[in-house]
């Protein structure tokens, strides 16, 4: 374990307060800055201010909404006193990360590909990360070492990537969907099927129906440039699909399905 302890947690929602139980069950003292009372039983012990958690601790995790986490790097870039070993955040977007960041010496831009449908602390759990990828941004050789040692304590599987790189993947993988199931779902709210009829299959489909709005609008506005390009391309799909059964002919419907199934076996089968 080469990062500093204790373990400071700036938002102990899902993903801190899943990192604030893994690292209690690794011996780690977790110091947490959360204003919601209900991250209590997840720490150690709570501060009042972020000021407060970075004059206790050699390492914190950011693990707030994206705008917070920027006001938050700058806030701590500020204090050239404090004697922060290791600064790491988990956004799901990168590229502004390493921007307001950069060149600062004891910050680590990372990013667990891990989640569920909840939030808050009460959807933490210690188990989040295991085996999972999580991604970070090399920077230093001394400070890759360090954010590995993090990794690798939570459970997670580290792997460095470009930050365009890793927002270019995420409009695919993760933003697009989040945003094709909410417009989904809202369909369906105005057209109102009828409860008894929506099966296991829609559940599944509707998982993200349930994310929290506040935490995804500076996503989708972060990393428009990506996710545009992407729900347009998929609009397109979508016409072609009520064109042809218009026409009565679904050659071009059959390759998707086609090519779902092969997207399913290379993307998720092997997860499972």
């Known amino acids: 374990m080469s990062f500093g302890v204790p373990l400071g947690i700036a938002g102990v929602g899902l993903i801190g307060g899943s990192i604030a139980l893994r690292a209690r069950e690794r011996g780690v003292e977790v110091v947490g800055f959360d204003r919601n009372d209900a991250s209590e039983p997840l720490v150690n012990r709570r501060v009042n201010s ?35 070993k290791l600064v790491i955040d988990v956004a799901s977007v990168k590229v502004p990360i390493v921007e307001r960041a ?23 759990r210690s188990d989040l990360f295991a085996d999972r990828v999580w991604t970070y941004v090399s920077t230093d050789a001394q400070r890759d070492e360090a954010v590995r040692s993090f990794i690798e304590t939570m459970g997670g599987r580290p792997v460095a990537i470009d930050a ?10 993760s933003h697009l969907p989040q945003v094709v199931v909410c417009a989904l779902a809202a369909l369906l709210r105005d057209r109102k099927p009828l409860p008894d009829l929506a099966g296991s299959g829609l559940a599944s489909t ?65 997860r499972q």
């Not at 000021?51 to 050239?80: F, Y």
């Not at 950069?102 to 933490?124: D, L, N, R, V, Y």
């Not at 365009?164 to 993988?173: G, I, K, Q, S, V």
């Not at 996503?219 to 799909?237: D, F, M, Q, T, W």
């Open 206 to 270: 509707l998982r993200l129906a349930g994310s929290s709005w506040e935490v995804w609008e500076p996503i989708l506005k972060a990393n428009s440039a990506a996710l545009v390009p992407a729900l347009r391309e998929l609009g397109e799909h979508l016409s072609g699909v009520a064109e042809e059964l218009e026409a009565g002919t679904l050659e071009r419907t059959a390759s998707y399905f086609k090519s779902a199934r092969e997207a399913y076996d290379a993307l998720v089968k092997p």
């Open 102 to 124: 950069g060149g600062w010496k004891s910050f680590a831009p990372s990013h667990p590909i891990a989640g569920t449908e909840g939030s808050g602390p009460q959807a933490a």
């Open 50 to 84: 972020l000021q407060a958690l970075a004059n206790e601790c050699q390492t914190i995790v950011l693990a707030l909404p994206l705008d917070a986490t920027l006001l938050a790097i700058d806030a701590l870039r500020s204090r050239v006193h404090l004697q922060l």
């Open 164 to 173: 365009r790189e890793h927002d270019r993947a995420l409009a695919l993988t």
